[in-house]
Nanobody, 115 residues
Framework: QVQLVESGGGLVQPGGSLRLSCVASGNIFSINAMGWYRQAPGKERELVAI???????NYPDSVKGRFTISNNYSKNWIYLQMNSLKPEDTAVYYCNAKGRGREYWGQGTRVTVSS
């Protein structure tokens, strides 16, 4: 089992920045990729960023160039640096981990972009 805990959400003005963090604990050696998803009210959960253990990253066009995912040396922390935030980035952001055919989710952290 893997447990994920997110932090760093909050209220920010349009054009501002936030940094989300997620720490994994438990059987972290089973993880081969971690990422961030988000779900806005009335919408489906969508991928925001993903990073593999080999450092390969992927982003949808909606956040490319504005968001950056990274991990630490031990690869049990991931971060999401979000710049140039827009009101449409408002959502609950979830940390995700995948490995050995299993998938794990954090409890989510709310990001609100509003003036």
């Amino acid at each position: 089992q893997v447990q994920l805990v997110e932090s760093g959400g909050g209220l920010v003005q349009p054009g501002g920045s936030l940094r989300l963090s997620c720490v994994a604990s438990g059987n972290i050696f089973s993880i081969n990729a971690m990422g961030w998803y988000r779900q806005a009210p009335g919408k489906e959960r969508e991928l925001v960023a993903i990073i593999t253990n080999s450092g390969i990253t992927n982003y949808p066009d909606s956040v490319k160039g504005r968001f950056t995912i990274s991990n630490n040396y031990s690869k049990n922390w991931i971060y999401l640096q979000m710049n140039s935030l827009k009101p449409e980035d408002t959502a609950v952001y979830y940390c995700n981990a995948k490995g050995r055919g299993r998938e794990y989710w954090g409890q989510g952290t709310r990001v609100t972009v509003s003036s």
